[in-house]
């Protein structure tokens, strides 16, 4: 069993950084995503980490501002975001799959955080 517990989140004014954080406890050799989830809208894949840590993948919304790390010895998983804007407000999850999964279907993601909200605004 896996669970995953994140933090970091809070109010960032538009141009700001933030860096998430994502604890898994248990057995924790799975690839790692973030998702996010605006009000009224889907839930998005934002990032993703394979097991080894070698790979990682970004939706092309965030390509150059967000980047996803993990330190395997800590069992914890980052999401540094730098120049926020408004747009990137949203409720912030981690999972866990044993696939990488590049196309971040959610059904794909066994495990799931209970999120972390991020609020961009002036």
């Known amino acids: 069993q896996l669970q995953l517990v994140e933090s970091g989140g809070g109010l960032v004014q538009p141009g700001g950084s933030l860096r998430l954080s994502c604890v898994a406890s248990?057995?924790?050799?799975?690839?790692i995503a973030w998702f996010r989830q605006a009000p009224g809208k889907e839930r998005d894949g934002v990032s993703c980490?394979?097991?080894?840590?070698?790979?990682?993948h970004y939706a092309d919304s965030v390509k150059g501002r967000f980047t996803i790390s993990r330190d395997r010895w800590n069992n914890m998983i980052y999401l540094q975001m730098n120049n926020l804007t408004p747009e990137d407000t949203a409720v912030y999850y981690c999972?866990?799959?044993?696939?990488?999964?590049?196309?971040?279907?959610?059904?794909?993601?066994?495990?799931w955080g209970q999120g972390t909200q991020v609020t961009v605004s002036s």
């Open positions: 999972a866990a799959s044993q696939t990488y999964d590049t196309l971040f279907s959610p059904e794909t993601y066994e495990y």
């Open positions: 248990g057995f924790t050799d799975y690839t």
């Open positions: 980490i394979s097991r080894s840590g070698m790979l990682s």
